[in-house]
């Protein structure tokens, strides 16, 4: 969704999104409640967002028997741990047990090309409309960020209609769709980011004879490296994390359902197979974890530069 | 896992990755070679046609036709004018559908970004505010299936057997009785919502706390100076110094809160008077093939994002007049 980049501070300017501004004034004056309560509080609502989580890690050690006899505090008191779960709901033989090691191939097939080509499309769009000259670019713009407020429910009985009757393969199904609604917020983003480069820049490459291929090429896209890597993140936690979208285009089966289609299925006709719902969830959450904590500031700098999809 | 089911997939993979080649190979090669006359048209035109053709073949026509299919019948071959939505508000159970998105659309975005901007101010400035604030930002990665799993376990309840859920094991704890969360309507759909606050509140801590990074700090120790306790700075100078920050995450989301689907879809399938228009939408669309009615839902969640995103929209310029 579209989020005012000017009333926001610039992403530059946040050496370190996530941590306390070290400036010497700020630091002097203490803007925060002060006091026991305060930290309290603080630790209260930290305790209350890490909890549930923390409670299915452990449980998805713990022996299906413990799982279903006492609750997963219980397990400091009794530590007994396997890794039984996880061997079970990542290849189990039968296919009541999740056979999430297939499902998760299937999201990594969808997202790495549902990632890297709304980027490269972006930024060529991006380029042009920030450093191309031609008629009616502001309106080609605003056309593009307006598109950002159409929910994709919007499009999705149409798409299938087509993908149905022209027999687009499963797979370019999933990655044409998340390409398609990828683009008015990346061409956005990356917008901001390029109509900021020095205008200096490009016109020293004209001079010297560049042409635009080179000058995208050569001067730009070294430039725009972190704006790239922000949109890549966002994109790849969407599409990883989506559920909709998967269980619209793809077939729903082994061959080709995303993890989050698998453990969706397996909440709504296993729900009471915890041992299963646990590991499986945790499976499904560590691959955008790692990215996330290993990118988190590339993350928060695309999330203040003024943009999150919806 | 029958690893030679693998295979095939990974060629798949590598034909899509051939395909970004390709089309970045393409795309470089048209700008290089286009021809010397009207060069810089043919060039932006190049860099341009990928994007503008998917968005046009990908969303704006079939945006266009599903605003024409919700005036259609169920199998999109008659014109039934506003039948569609007739119906929509006068079948009960859709009335709930309606209902139960509205409560989300109110609290979700107003619980969230209060706990966000309450957490904001509580760690601001505090030694473990970096550690802090990554811990309620987590969530923001887990895909909203992984989350709607997590609180289902939490919410877990069992009759007459020793809680496993760590909700009711606290009420327990509190000489309560043990409740069924997830199905007890309409109470139902308040626990559902705790789960996207429960996403959501990271956002919110963390552009709102960029914000009040950037109140200038003058402006803070005047209020100092003037004797300002913790409850009026808080309330006379934080908040309307962030007021445009505020006004970005409540709306960004409200957004994300009315198309809410999956949370939903995990936790309770739409069952139990918890279903929200998105839902029901898929559920219209393709599972009962009435392509009318999911049509004039997505044609409504659209209609619904408007009047928010007028309102942001209302509120940059009123700040550019000022």
């Given at each position: 969704?579209?989020?005012?980049?000017?009333?926001?501070?610039?992403?530059?300017?946040?050496?370190d999104?996530?941590?306390?501004?070290?400036?010497?004034m700020?630091s002097?004056?203490?803007?925060?409640?002060?006091?026991?309560?305060?930290?309290?509080?603080?630790?209260l609502?930290?305790?209350?967002?890490?909890?549930?989580?923390?409670?299915?890690?452990?449980?998805?050690?713990?022996?299906?028997?413990?799982?279903?006899?006492?609750?997963?505090?219980?397990?400091?008191a009794?530590?007994?741990?396997?890794?039984?779960?996880?061997?079970?709901?990542?290849?189990?033989?039968?296919?009541?047990?999740?056979?999430?090691?297939?499902?998760?191939?299937?999201?990594?097939?969808?997202t790495?090309?549902?990632?890297?080509?709304?980027v490269?499309?972006?930024?060529?769009?991006?380029y042009?409309?920030?450093?191309?000259?031609?008629?009616?670019?502001?309106?080609v713009?605003i056309?593009?960020?307006?598109?950002?407020?159409?929910?994709?429910?919007?499009?999705?009985?149409?798409?299938?209609?087509?993908?149905?009757?022209?027999?687009t393969?499963?797979?370019?199904?999933?990655w044409?769709a998340?390409?398609?609604?990828?683009?008015?917020?990346?061409?956005?983003?990356?917008?901001?980011?390029?109509?900021?480069?020095?205008?200096?820049?490009?016109?020293?490459?004209?001079?010297?004879?560049?042409?635009?291929?080179?000058?995208?090429?050569?001067?730009?896209?070294?430039?725009?490296?972190?704006?790239?890597?922000?949109?890549?993140?966002?994109?790849?936690?969407?599409?990883?994390?989506?559920?909709?979208?998967?269980?619209?285009?793809?077939?729903?089966?082994?061959?080709?359902?995303?993890?989050?289609?698998?453990?969706?299925?397996l909440?709504g006709?296993?729900?009471?197979?915890?041992?299963?719902?646990?590991?499986?969830?945790?499976?499904?959450?560590?691959?955008?974890?790692?990215?996330?904590?290993?990118?988190?500031?590339y993350?928060?700098?695309?999330?203040?530069?003024?943009?999150?999809?919806? | 896992?029958?690893?030679?089911?693998?295979?095939?997939?990974?060629?798949t993979l590598?034909?899509?990755?051939a395909?970004?080649?390709?089309?970045?190979?393409?795309?470089?090669?048209?700008?290089?070679?286009a021809?010397?006359?009207n060069?810089?048209?043919?060039?932006?035109?190049?860099?341009?046609?990928?994007?503008?053709?998917?968005?046009?073949?990908?969303?704006?026509?079939?945006a266009i036709?599903?605003?024409?299919?919700?005036?259609?019948?169920?199998?999109?071959?008659?014109?039934?004018?506003?039948?569609?939505?007739?119906?929509?508000?006068?079948?009960?159970?859709?009335?709930?559908?309606?209902?139960?998105?509205?409560?989300w659309?109110?609290?979700?975005?107003?619980?969230?970004?209060?706990?966000?901007l309450?957490?904001a101010?509580?760690?601001?400035?505090?030694?473990?505010?970096?550690l802090?604030?990554?811990?309620?930002?987590?969530?923001m990665?887990?895909?909203?299936?992984?989350?709607?799993?997590?609180?289902?376990?939490?919410?877990?309840?069992?009759v007459?057997?020793?809680?496993?859920?760590?909700?009711?094991?606290?009420?327990?704890?509190?000489?309560?009785t043990?409740?069924a969360?997830?199905?007890?309507?309409?109470?139902?759909?308040?626990?559902?919502?705790?789960?996207?606050?429960?996403?959501?509140?990271g956002?919110a801590?963390?552009?709102?706390?960029?914000?009040?990074?950037?109140?200038?700090?003058?402006?803070?120790?005047?209020?100092?100076?003037?004797?300002?306790?913790?409850?009026?700075?808080f309330?006379?100078?934080?908040?309307?110094?962030?007021?445009p920050?505020?006004?970005?995450v409540?709306?960004?989301?409200?957004?994300?809160?009315?198309?809410?689907?999956?949370?939903?879809?995990?936790?309770?399938?739409?069952?139990?008077?918890?279903?929200?228009?998105?839902?029901?939408?898929?559920?219209?669309?393709?599972?009962?093939?009435?392509?009318?009615?999911?049509?004039?839902?997505?044609?409504?969640?659209?209609?619904?994002?408007?009047?928010?995103?007028?309102?942001q929209?209302?509120?940059?310029?009123?700040r550019?007049?000022?």
């Open positions: 969704m579209t989020t005012n980049a000017a009333m926001l501070p610039t992403a530059e300017r946040l050496a999104p996530m941590g306390p501004d070290n400036d010497n700020g002097r004056v203490r803007r925060g409640l002060s006091g026991r309560g305060a930290s309290v509080a603080a630790i609502i930290a305790i209350v967002w890490t909890l549930p989580t923390f409670g299915l890690f452990v449980t998805s050690f713990r022996p299906v028997k413990d799982i279903n006899s006492s609750g997963w505090w219980t397990f400091f009794h530590p007994n741990l396997t890794f039984q779960n996880y061997t079970d709901v990542l290849f189990g033989a039968s296919t009541s047990s999740g056979r999430l090691a297939s499902y998760a191939v299937n999201s990594l097939v969808i790495i090309p549902a990632v890297i080509l709304p490269a499309i972006a930024s060529f769009a991006a042009a409309l920030a450093w191309g000259h031609f008629k009616g670019r502001d309106w713009y056309g593009i960020f307006a598109l950002q407020i159409v929910p994709l429910q919007m499009a999705l009985i149409p798409l299938l209609q087509v993908f149905t009757s022209t027999h393969p499963v797979f370019m199904r999933v044409l998340h390409t398609c609604f990828a683009l008015p917020v990346g061409v956005f983003l990356l917008h901001n980011f390029m109509s900021e480069l020095p205008r200096e820049v490009f016109e020293a490459a004209r001079v010297d004879g560049a042409g635009h291929a080179q000058i995208f090429r050569k001067i730009v896209l070294p430039l725009i490296v972190p704006a790239l890597a922000s949109l890549a993140i966002f994109q790849f936690l969407w599409v990883w994390n989506d559920l909709l979208v998967a269980l619209v285009f793809s077939d729903g089966t082994e061959k080709s359902a995303p993890i989050t289609q698998r453990l969706a299925g909440a006709t296993r729900g009471n197979d915890w041992q299963r719902l646990t590991s499986g969830a945790f499976v499904s959450i560590v691959v955008p974890l790692i990215v996330f904590l290993g990118l988190q500031r993350f928060v700098r695309g999330l203040l530069a003024g943009s999150v999809k919806g | 896992m029958n690893f030679a089911d693998q295979v095939p997939k990974l060629g590598l034909i899509g990755i395909i970004f080649f390709a089309v970045v190979a393409l795309v470089l090669l048209l700008v290089d070679r021809p010397k006359r060069r810089e048209r043919w060039q932006i035109g190049f860099l341009l046609a990928p994007a503008v053709l998917l968005l046009l073949i990908g969303l704006v026509i079939p036709r599903t605003t024409i299919l919700s005036f259609m019948n169920n199998d999109g071959t008659k014109f039934v004018g506003f039948d569609n939505f007739k119906w929509m508000f006068t079948t009960p159970d859709i009335r709930v559908v309606l209902r139960n998105t509205a409560m659309v109110i609290l979700g975005p107003l619980v969230a970004t209060s706990v966000g309450v957490y101010v509580l760690v601001d400035k505090t030694k473990f505010e970096k802090a604030k990554s811990l309620i930002f987590l969530p990665a887990i895909s909203f299936v992984g989350a709607g799993i997590i609180w289902k376990f939490v919410y877990a309840g069992r007459g057997k020793n809680e496993i859920g760590l909700l009711n094991q606290l009420v327990i704890a509190a000489h309560g043990p409740w969360w997830t199905v007890r309507a309409p109470w139902n759909t308040l626990f559902l919502i705790v789960v996207m606050v429960w996403i959501q509140a956002f801590t963390v552009v709102l706390s960029a914000a009040i990074k950037g109140i200038p700090a003058d402006t803070v120790e005047a209020a100092r100076i003037d004797g300002a306790n913790s409850w009026q700075m309330w006379q100078i934080t908040v309307p110094s962030i007021r920050a505020l006004v970005v409540v709306v960004t989301i409200s957004i994300a809160t009315l198309k809410v689907f999956d949370i939903v879809r995990a936790m309770t399938g739409g069952n139990f008077d918890t279903s929200v228009v998105a839902n029901e939408m898929y559920n219209q669309s393709f599972r009962y093939n009435e392509s009318g009615h999911g049509a004039a839902l997505a044609l409504l969640l659209f209609l619904l994002v408007l009047p928010i995103v007028f309102y929209v209302r509120a940059i310029r009123q550019r007049e000022i």
